[in-house]
């Protein structure tokens, strides 16, 4: 049974940082594209970040210089490192991947950036 479990959430003021992490389990990980996506207030899901199995990175502008997705494959965990939070980056953040053309999501962490 494939699971990914995010954590890491919270409130957190403008400016401010937090940390994600997604377990992974039931998938060969080290071999596994990672994706953080997230959903605002109104709006569709979006995609946040990317990291290959061999570390390339991708980001969406908006968060360019301000996220940093990181993988550990020995602890089967992809990680979102968000520095310089803005209200705007408010809403529910999910861990995804692909495998042999299915797609699997966490059940997400909200995070909500207000002062």
């Known amino acids: 049974q494939v699971q990914l479990r995010e954590s890491g959430g919270g409130l957190v003021q403008p400016g401010g940082s937090l940390r994600l992490s997604c377990v992974v389990s039931?998938?060969?990980?080290?071999?596994?594209?990672m994706n953080w996506y997230r959903q605002l207030p109104g709006k569709e899901r979006e995609s946040v970040a990317s990291?290959?199995?061999?570390?390339?990175?991708t980001y969406r502008d908006s968060v360019k210089g301000r996220f940093t997705i990181s993988r550990d494959n020995a602890k089967n965990t992809v990680y979102l490192q968000m520095n310089s939070l803005r209200p705007d980056d408010t809403g529910v953040y999910f861990c995804?991947?692909?495998?042999?053309?299915?797609?699997?999501w966490g059940q997400g962490t909200q995070v909500t950036v207000s002062s």
């Open positions: 995804y991947t692909r495998q042999r053309g299915d797609e699997y």
């Open positions: 990291i290959m199995s061999v570390g390339l990175e």
């Open positions: 039931g998938i060969n990980f080290s071999g596994a594209p």
